[in-house]
């Protein structure tokens, strides 16, 4: 669909649309969505008796195909026989712990919440206590988690969210704003010291777009719509506010602002805060809000920027305004296959030198090309993989080797000018850099395995394999060598420890900047008969993120913090920062409302 | 010249080239710039016997030329006549207050800086105490500054800065960062209820560019540098930081972060906040600094993004790491003639739809397209020049009207593709909307008007005249009435009052959106007669913020607050968001070190 935006004729006459007031959507469903592993119900892969592998359900394109060569190709990488029969059975839900009650913040919320709008149910407490981290996932599976939220309420209103700061501020409660779940740094895991009650404000209910402005492009949208539904309800009207979060399924508008997330389509679009023009922010001293939202602004000490990256322990972001934009055109696909990694990232740097950028740029190792061959549909086995890529023009013809081949799949967007200059710009390059475009298909394969992928790590996890994606941002030219170190240094540390079988460690850069990119990092062991495995996996993350620090990199890009590495922020800020931020914390939230305790780098349990 | 950066090719081989360090550049020669006008010592606009006017010296353009017309234009706007020989002669200096020891402070601070590092002379003094302001500029001209800077210190180090901000602590020091002065929102104007001892600290001597990344496309700078020594020490190595706001040939790096600052060129650049990579900041709770500056991050609640827009109140910037460019292949000017405004605004809007936007889109209004009409070197007089208008082409032959129409001006720049591509849609869309290109060098004329007209406001003051800019950003769709309103609501008050003469109001466009615009508003007084004219001008100027504000318009888009707009503050967000940031204030600065004191909303003097 596109746009009925209005042109400047029709603004310079006065004759301005009126605001869009959409429907209310319907509540969200939040029975659609598995408890105890990522995504939707319906959809999870499985073992066939032929060791085969299928998608369930019919929501992805992926679904429902055979696909023989994963087992056989994970064997070989893994170098471990995998016995589909041989399942490590969750045992989830996991013994939870008891509900510390809050009598008298209870009695003050039920006067203003209704009693649907309040669960104290075992399951829901515990989903509102994690997100994505193995270490979440394997405990809720196998182990348990020793600190849950207490209770979960489900504000209708940004007055409810108020009312629940002030009763929380009065009766010593805990706050901790829940928006998809889906976040992989354990912002949602509760402290085990913490002694107050803990409630968990889940956001699903502030799910409206409130309105759309199409002559100034922006719309006004509630915290705790989900991404899926953001790009649906606009979608109705011509627009995309075009952040594209890999989680975007699930993750929520609140939640990309709390952890300053970043989009898949952030080179046409830009990132969460350059898409965000004002937010409201219900904090332990007030709400955060403004009268307008003007295209931009010097405006002294301005509090909206501190909100993002605050994870939770500032206060509860209500609603947001943000920039829209009409349909794209036109969106095409494309795949360059590289002779290597190197090649394809000298491709990437000149594309950002050279541009115009396509909306989205991603380059895999050869090791995720491998991966993506495999989650093909063949009849054939492993041998008949191998002999296929052999077969393929480019191993044949250009003297592409099978094990050194990577490949980048491009988005291009936009009007069918700005398209054609995006393609134009990609086929040079690629030319200069080696490179064989192998097609829009194969383009956009790559970019719809992306939602299919994220139910592997479930799947494998039950089949003793323990896996977790984390990711940086570097320089250019730090880039390939902190690809290398990071994958030299995992191994070592997996042949150090005697782990069984190989370490497997695969990565690809997602994003790419003028002065730099985001490299996401795929890292996953094999750990039947390995003692505490989810612990010695998280040794080896932390050994990787050492690594990445060592050669330049961020502690993240865009996952955040949380707790899981919060143990780094020393060595990546000064200690006047960690002063001045604890003194700010403190200042903004004195009673610790907002008390899930992200970020913290001082001795507190 | 063109950049020497590396290609992909390079990068993948690992010949990376090593960060370029540039000499340490000459001491700043503050005694080119005046002291009591804005600007260069050796330039300023006289009238001549024969009333025609003149810029002195030869760094403009403008300069040497004979311009007839501007004086009976003005006489006209303005429904007075002015004598040139009838001038308000300043008394600068002004009577000055006695500076305030602390004798303890001033031993500690001898200890780590050479006598050269501290001034105390009075004119410095002053200088250091005031921007550029009316109230401030006709205050050190025929009023007085109540309260100044005790002692001025220029430390050489950040060391030093940091030893400052100790010594200050413990010795119960205020301290007020200096960059160049610029300010126009009385963000260097000392309160008169500062009891203790104000030291300026001038970082004309942190000026030099660290290091430039040729590679990763990024220069650490420190933060007294001057947009003009900037850009001309890294054009010689083929790079641009693309910020130019129309301060630049005063202003500093650090002053442009603490402002929240926007160039020109931000369309193609970006505005500082995006140009800015990471940034030292001394506090007085330690200093802010990281080990990396990544392309980008979520690294949790991130410091620097507070500094932005602090004006001094919460440390004092030492240096940044910034994006930089290669200079642009191609930069080409044009300029578009509308039969009015609301046609220029159309163009522009349909420019952001349709775009890509050149770097630069100015569109003037019809008074201020004359105003650039009478600083043209002509030998007629008014008649002539409306004759003139007259007999062009456009008003022949298009029917537009000397007293309606409008001119948009543009900088494109980038690849030649890139040029072409931007110049074909402003064709485009010009033809649609009505205009007529007028050339590239009018285009370019007035963007090199720009700096001359930067002296025009001290010229005029000694003539009776009392003017001043100030400037708002608001949606596409308000910017209209927003004009509109603004003019009508002047008028009415200085017909209210009864003061003498028309007042002289003008606006442009200055910077275009996805969501709406900045508008520039220059606004002037005849002054003779009038009891406290400053006054009586801030008022309408606060009148004139008023309506800014009920028309949709924010308080500032890049000037800042400052204690000039700061009584408006309540006005725009909200009582959480002001006991959110005074919190963080005190928690930041409990002492009120940096106690220059913008941005207060509450009854302290």
Redesign the interface.
């Known amino acids: 669909m596109r746009a009925r935006?209005p042109?400047?004729?029709e603004?310079?006459?006065?004759r301005?649309p009126e605001r869009i007031v959409p429907p209310a959507p319907p509540p969200r469903d939040d029975s659609l969505e598995s408890l105890p592993v990522w995504g939707f119900r319906d959809t999870a892969f499985q073992v066939l008796p032929n060791r085969s592998v299928v998608l369930t359900g019919g929501r992805y394109p992926l679904c429902g195909a055979e696909l023989p060569d994963l087992v056989p190709w994970m064997e070989t990488q893994i170098g471990i026989a995998i016995d589909p029969r041989d399942v490590h059975e969750p045992s989830y839900p996991p013994a939870l712990p008891e509900a510390r009650s809050n009598p008298a913040f209870l009695e003050e919320v039920r006067k203003f919440l209704p009693d649907g709008a309040l669960s104290s149910d075992p399951e829901i407490r515990l989903r509102h206590g994690h997100g994505h981290t193995q270490e979440e996932m394997y405990a809720i599976k196998y182990g348990m988690l020793p600190r849950i939220p207490d209770l979960v309420v489900y504000p209708a209103r940004e007055e409810d969210v108020e009312a629940l700061v002030e009763a929380a501020l009065r009766h010593g409660v805990c706050l901790v704003p829940y928006g998809g779940g889906t976040n992989v740094t354990d912002a949602l895991r509760c402290r085990e010291g913490e002694e107050r009650t803990i409630v968990s404000v889940d956001l699903g209910r502030l799910n409206r777009i409130l309105w759309i402005?199409t002559?100034?492009?922006?719309a006004c949208i509630e915290a705790g719509a989900v991404g899926r539904d953001i790009a649906e309800g606009l979608a109705r009207y011509g627009f995309t506010v075009g952040h594209e979060p890999d989680s975007i399924e699930f993750s929520t508008l609140g939640g990309w602002i709390a952890?300053?997330?970043?989009g898949m389509k952030k080179n046409r679009y830009g990132?969460i805060e350059?898409l965000v023009?004002d937010a409201h922010v219900v904090?332990a001293?007030?709400?955060?809000?403004?009268?307008?939202?003007?295209?931009?602004?010097?405006?002294?000490?301005?509090?909206r920027?501190?909100i993002?990256?605050?994870?939770g322990?500032?206060g509860i972001v209500t609603r947001a305004v943000v920039?829209i934009?009409?349909l794209p055109e036109l969106q095409r696909y494309d795949a360059v296959l590289f002779p290597d990694f190197?090649?394809g990232?000298?491709?990437?740097?000149?594309l950002t030198?050279?541009g115009p950028v396509p909306a989205s740029a991603r380059l895999m190792d050869n090791l995720q090309f491998q991966l993506g061959q495999t989650l093909k549909p063949r009849t054939a086995g492993l041998a008949a993989l191998k002999s296929r890529l052999e077969k393929l023009y480019v191993t044949r013809l250009r003297g592409f080797e099978v094990d050194r081949m990577t490949a980048c799949t491009l988005v291009y967007e936009g009007?069918h000018?700005e398209v054609a200059?995006q393609e134009a710009v990609a086929k040079r390059?690629a030319r200069?850099?080696g490179g064989l475009r192998a097609g829009a298909s194969n383009g956009e394969r790559g970019y719809q395995l992306t939602f299919g992928i994220a139910y592997i790590r479930d799947f494998v996890m039950k089949h003793w394999i323990l896996g977790e994606s984390f990711e940086?941002?570097?320089?250019?030219?730090q880039a390939?060598?902190l690809c290398e170190n990071v994958k030299r240094r995992v191994r070592e540390e997996h042949r150090r420890r005697g782990l069984p079988g190989n370490p497997f460690i695969t990565c690809r850069v997602t994003?790419v900047?003028?002065?730099?990119?985001?490299i996401y990092f795929y890292f996953a062991i094999w750990y039947k008969g390995v003692e505490h495995p989810s612990e010695v996996y998280a040794e080896l993350e932390r050994a990787a993120r050492d690594e990445i620090?060592r050669s330049?990199?961020?502690?993240?890009?865009?996952?955040?913090?949380g707790k899981l590495r919060?143990r780094f922020?020393p060595?990546?800020?000064?200690?006047?920062?960690l002063?001045?931020?604890d003194?700010?914390?403190?200042?903004?939230d004195p009673r610790d409302v907002f008390g899930i305790g992200?970020?913290r780098t001082d001795t507190r349990a």
């Open positions: 935006t042109s400047g004729v603004l310079a006459s006065g301005i402005d002559a100034n492009q922006m952890t300053h997330a970043s990132n350059e023009l904090t001293r007030g709400t955060l809000s403004r009268s307008t939202a003007p295209p931009r602004e010097s405006v002294g000490l301005d509090a920027r501190w993002f990256g605050s994870e322990t500032l920039k934009f009409p190197e090649r990232v000298a491709f990437l740097y000149d030198r050279e009007s000018a200059a390059l200069r850099h940086t941002s570097v320089p250019w030219s390939i060598a994003q900047y003028p002065t730099g990119v985001c620090l330049g990199g961020s502690l993240s890009h865009h996952h955040g913090v919060e922020l060595r990546v800020v000064s200690p006047g920062t002063a001045w931020r003194a700010l914390k403190e200042a903004a992200n970020q």
